[in-house]
């Protein structure tokens, strides 16, 4: 792992909705990076997260609930420089268009394609952060 800011190798990863098998899947590929993913499934426990630990990005399954666009709102208002990632089944241009309304990093498709989700995640760390998350070629070589 490469980032640096504040606590080395204590980078946090807000994960909100998605199905069962999703946080452990996630925390499976994130963890050997040093990456401590907190998964929450209901708005409580999201906003309890955030106001209890540092959390450096948020992953959000806006299909979860209906309740993905309002995790984003209660961001902007809880921690508004938090980087976020969305997750949904229907990417669409009114999607897009209030995903940059909203500041969000990166719009991906679900399923994800695990490949591109740690390569945003990475771009995500390089652009707010200015290191890397994984480095650069440990990304594609981890999920060959």
Same mark, same amino acid.
């Given at each position: ?5 504040? #606590? +080395? ?6 994960? /909100? ?11 499976? %590929? ?19 997260? @955030?106001?209890? #630990?540092?959390?450096?990005? /948020? ?9 993905? %666009? $309002?995790?984003?709102?209660?961001? #902007?208002?809880?921690?508004?420089? @938090? +980087?976020?990632?969305? @997750? ?6 009114? %999607?897009?268009?209030? /995903? ?10 679900? +399923? ?19 290191? $890397? ?9 981890? %999920?060959?």
């Amino acid at each position: 792992m490469v980032y640096t800011e504040s #606590r +080395p190798g204590k980078v946090t990863v807000l994960a /909100a909705g998605g199905d069962r098998g999703w946080p452990a899947m996630v925390e499976g %590929l994130f963890r050997p990076a040093g990456v401590d993913l907190i998964s929450v499934r209901h708005r409580a426990g999201f906003i309890d997260a @955030l106001r209890q #630990r540092s959390v450096h990005a /948020a992953i959000i399954d806006i299909d979860q609930d209906h309740v993905g %666009l $309002s995790m984003v709102r209660v961001i #902007r208002i809880e921690c508004p420089n @938090l +980087p976020c990632l969305l @997750l949904s089944s229907q990417v669409d241009e009114h %999607l897009l268009i209030t /995903a940059l309304e909203m500041d969000v990093f990166s719009v991906l498709n679900k +399923p994800p394609d695990i490949g591109l989700l740690c390569r945003q995640l990475d771009r995500l760390f390089l652009r707010v952060y200015q290191s $890397s998350l994984f480095g650069n070629e440990s990304v594609d070589a981890d %999920l060959r």
